[in-house]
């Protein structure tokens, strides 16, 4: 009972902290610019899709066969397609809109999920179906000791779990410390302010993508090593457990981000072992315990209660 | 309707027009610098577009043998048969053609702005054209020359195209003209009778146009999109003209004759030629959606509550209706009367509504927004894993009986007098009630103290409960009442298709009706309708561009917002999400990195 109720903590873990990455970019897009990027999943998707072509068809053989080699270069792969999708979004598709009605960038933003989701499904060779993704890291367990027998451990699962702590700390003490942060805090508060302080907020909000998208492009890349499969939908998918991840965390806050995201992926996997339903119901946990959430601590975990504007 | 409100109009009273990096819309500022080399020779410019369109027209467009089209043999000329018989694109060219060059040399008022219109209709149609054949038809060469025989035709008509352009802007686009002529009421009826009329016929033409798609006929996508910018620059030029705004100035003048007017002519097409049941059965199909999509108007048209999951009230209808049907797969082992069955569908959605709504006591702007997605998400969730035995999982729910009425079974071919109708028409005629109906309650809400409560919610929530106003009660009461026209629609959307299945209700599908409202227009009847219409006709029209349909609707959708974000038929008084609200304007609140900062809520009139 207990090592299957750990390893589903476990399982929870590496979900919920590769949903976490993604979400962060969700935040930190909402909090400048007061978006719901929706296309934002794609930009993960699209990430791994980036690092599935690379290493398709430019890696030589040996450095495909070496773990080591391949996964750093397709990290990087990964965050630079999806880098390069998110700027190129930001400048033609939403940067046009600023200042436009509300509803307005929020369609754009669907717009855009369903047409990346299309682009790579029909244009990407053999998209139409599941590909297999490589598996560039040391496979297998490791199975940690318990009272009552062990718990296994991926190592992708390990993997995914530091890689994503560290980008968020990385993250969090870059926002926190570097001109650059200062800068991006202040231009969430007060864009035309910050206009005034000398602040180019239009290369700020742009800044906001690309470090989304790293995330985004990294998650991609992890997620296909850790599951060796892609699909063209999963950026749909695990888009809206991340935004809720977002959301349940409080929406422009980094930690709680991370904090959302491990939230979703223990709901996601103790609800499905112990909830009546199984694991069919398992994402029907999820949104239930968003509405709650919101219904109840509408700011979320970490923000600061509602300021209703007179 | 709008009268005076077109999209200059809007923007010029809103203070978004002072906001640098809003961009126009329509790109005349360009366009005047462009042609102002032109403006001594506007006139000869414009004749002169006015010959070259005429002429490209009789070029030759291609050159060789299209494969599987309906000329074998060389298709030098035409290759594609037009609604109605009449020789397609080539006709619309020379028509815009002659037009252009009657405009340039008679003073009409504001010939300017019609020629302005005519010119876009041209180049729509020319590079439309042209990029079919060269994308479909073989590449590149198939519009320039081969086999000995030049065919150009289509960069000729662009060429002319875009010299009307430039000569109607460097004559200078003159305002548009208000026509107040007062004219005997009977003379205005006529007028009014014959708009419709011609409607009528418009209408029969979009949706026969082409024909019917697939592979049987390659063809219908292209010739359709042709026809659609044709149209569109057909009515440019109308309503540069100031014609189309006398009309709904007339029709507001006649409300109650138009009303009936317009029921009885949408209730004549089983006798235009789109009086087939293939076309009954889009048309139906269209219609559930409308009237789905004007429910949604009221939540989000009219109280400004963005709802992500509004297809989920559609497919509670649905399911209800199947259950209740006595197919062999439904839970409960009893077949009700279909108005009965229709009401329950539509209290049971609209109970549904009532508790989707209900968050919205707590959580605004887009958080709301979110709480409706995911409400959206557990509905297909649930449907998908066959809850309670109530939906058929991924079997779905096959089987359900046609409609019948006084032994009629709606699905039949019925003869009136000894006029032969369409099967399906029984179907037809009885959405056309159903969206009547949805209209009607639609208006009279609008007009309704209610209606004006959500529409200050919609502008200012905290001012709306401020002035007395019950912002709660009020807030669910529009998800009730949009869940309740969706459950109607439902119902008939059950017995229409005779499956239920939870793939109908997908994400895809509220993304879909809330971009039919935003297209057409938020918070305007016609506006949810044509929005609808189009968004569900464009797929049956492109089923040779299966693969692409997704991709071409979301980059549609990027399309629009970045160039009509008001929609086609935008309201004249809805100026929330237009008119930028300098106080919304701050990202207020917000820190992204911090998590000691206080996190951005601003509500957001969404």
């Known amino acids: 009972m207990l090592t299957t109720f750990l390893s589903q903590i476990v399982n929870g873990l590496i979900l919920g902290s590769l949903i976490g990455l993604i979400a962060l970019g969700y935040t930190m897009v909402y909090g400048i610019i007061q978006l719901i990027n929706f296309a934002h999943g794609e930009i993960f998707m699209v990430g791994a899709y980036g690092g599935l072509a690379v290493f398709t068809y430019l890696l030589p053989t040996f450095v495909q066969q070496q773990w080591y080699l391949a996964l750093p270069l397709l990290l990087v792969v990964g965050a630079a397609v999806s880098t390069a999708v998110g700027v190129l979004l930001e400048r033609f598709a939403y940067r046009p809109l600023r200042g436009a009605p509300k509803l307005a960038p929020l369609i754009t933003a669907l717009g855009v999920s369903v047409a990346l989701q299309e682009l790579i499904r029909n244009f990407y060779p053999g998209a139409t179906a599941a590909l297999p993704f490589p598996r560039v890291f040391v496979q297998g367990t490791v199975e940690v000791p318990v009272p009552g027998g062990t718990v296994p451990l991926r190592w992708t699962g390990l993997l995914i779990i530091v890689v994503s702590l560290v980008l968020a700390y990385a993250l969090s003490s870059f926002v926190s410390n570097s001109r650059m942060g200062r800068a991006m805090r202040a231009v969430s508060q007060d864009p035309d302010t910050a206009r005034l302080m000398g602040v180019d907020t239009d290369r700020i909000i742009v800044l906001t993508f690309v470090l989304g998208a790293v995330l985004a492009g990294v998650a991609g890349i992890l997620y296909g090593t850790d599951l060796g499969f892609i699909n063209s939908d999963i950026g749909l998918q695990n888009g809206l457990f991340a935004f809720t991840a977002a959301v349940l965390g409080g929406i422009g806050n980094l930690k709680g981000a991370v904090v959302g995201g491990i939230v979703i992926g223990l709901v996601k996997t103790l609800g499905g072992q112990y909830l009546p339903g199984g694991t069919a119901y398992d994402y029907v946990w999820i949104f239930v315990v968003l509405i709650a959430v919101l219904v109840f601590r509408p700011q979320g975990f970490f923000g600061e209660s509602e300021r209703v504007r007179a | ?606």
């Open chain 2, 1 to 606: 309707m709008t009268t005076r409100t077109d999209s200059a109009g809007t923007r010029a009273t809103s203070p978004a027009g002072a906001r640098t990096n809003v961009p126009p819309p329509q790109p005349g500022g360009r366009l005047d610098r462009l042609a102002a080399p032109l403006a001594p020779r506007a006139t000869a410019a414009r004749v002169a577009g006015g010959v070259v369109t005429v002429v490209g027209a009789y070029l030759p467009w291609v050159t060789f043998v299209l494969n599987r089209g309906p000329y074998p043999e060389k298709a030098s000329l035409q290759f594609f048969v037009a609604p109605f018989g009449v020789t397609g694109f080539r006709l619309h060219l020379v028509l815009f053609g002659l037009a252009a060059i009657v405009l340039a040399l008679v003073a009409v008022p504001a010939r300017g702005r019609i020629l302005r219109g005519l010119a876009w209709g041209v180049i729509a149609v020319s590079v439309l054209n042209g990029l079919y054949i060269a994308v479909q038809g073989g590449g590149l060469g198939a519009i320039t020359a081969s086999d000995g025989a030049v065919a150009f035709g289509a960069i000729v008509a662009l060429v002319g195209g875009v010299l009307l352009l430039l000569g109607a802007h460097a004559g200078g686009i003159e305002p548009r003209p208000e026509w107040r002529r007062q004219l005997n009421p009977w003379v205005e009826r006529g007028v009014l009778l014959l708009a419709y009329l011609a409607l009528l016929f418009v209408v029969a033409a979009v949706l026969t146009s082409g024909g019917q798609g697939g592979a049987a006929n390659p063809f219908s996508g292209a010739v359709f999109l042709s026809f659609l910018g044709a149209l569109g620059g057909f009515f440019a030029a109308l309503h540069a003209s100031g014609l189309l705004t006398w009309i709904t100035a007339l029709s507001e003048r006649h409300r109650l004759f138009s009303v009936l007017v317009l029921l009885v002519v949408a209730l004549a097409l089983p006798l235009t030629p789109a009086g087939t049941e293939y076309w009954m059965t889009v048309a139906a199909n269209i219609g559930v959606y409308a009237a789905t999509a004007i429910g949604l108007n009221i939540v989000v048209g009219l109280a400004g509550l963005l709802d992500l999951g509004y297809v989920a009230f559609l497919g509670i209808g649905a399911i209800v209706a199947a259950n209740l049907s006595g197919a062999g797969a439904a839970r409960f082992d009893i077949a009700l009367p279909f108005p009965v069955v229709m009401i329950i569908c539509a209290v049971v959605a609209g109970i549904f509504g009532a508790i989707v709504g209900s968050p919205t006591l707590r959580v605004r702007g887009d958080y709301l927004a979110i709480v409706t997605l995911a409400f959206g998400e557990i509905f297909v969730r649930s449907a998908q894993n066959n809850i309670g035995g109530l939906t058929g999982g991924s079997n779905a729910i096959p089987g359900i009986p046609q409609v019948e009425l006084f032994g009629t079974r709606f699905s039949d071919r019925i003869a009136v007098g000894g006029l032969r109708l369409p099967a399906g028409v029984l179907y037809y005629v009885l959405i056309v009630l159903i969206v009547a109906l949805v209209m009607l309650v639609f208006s009279h809400l609008k007009e309704s103290r209610l209606g004006r409560a959500w529409i200050a919610i919609r502008e200012d929530e905290d001012a709306a409960r401020a002035m007395g106003i019950r912002t709660g009660p009020i807030k669910i009461l529009a998800f009730l009442t949009g869940a309740t026209l969706a459950g109607f629609a439902g119902a008939f959307f059950a017995h229409k298709t005779g499956t239920v299945s939870y793939e109908s209700f997908r994400f895809t599908e509220s993304v879909t009706l809330l971009a039919a409202v935003v297209l057409g227009g938020m918070g305007t009847v016609p506006g949810a309708v044509l929005g609808a219409a189009l968004l569900f006709t464009l797929p049956e029209k492109l089923r040779e561009f299966a693969d692409y349909r997704l991709l071409l609707f979301g980059i549609a959708l990027v399309l629009i917002m970045r160039f009509r974000p008001q929609g086609l038929v935008p309201d004249r008084h809805r100026r929330a999400e237009l008119a930028h609200d300098p106080a919304d304007d701050h990202l207020v609140e917000g820190t992204s990195g911090r998590d000691t900062g206080p996190t951005p809520r601003t509500e957001v009139p969404a």
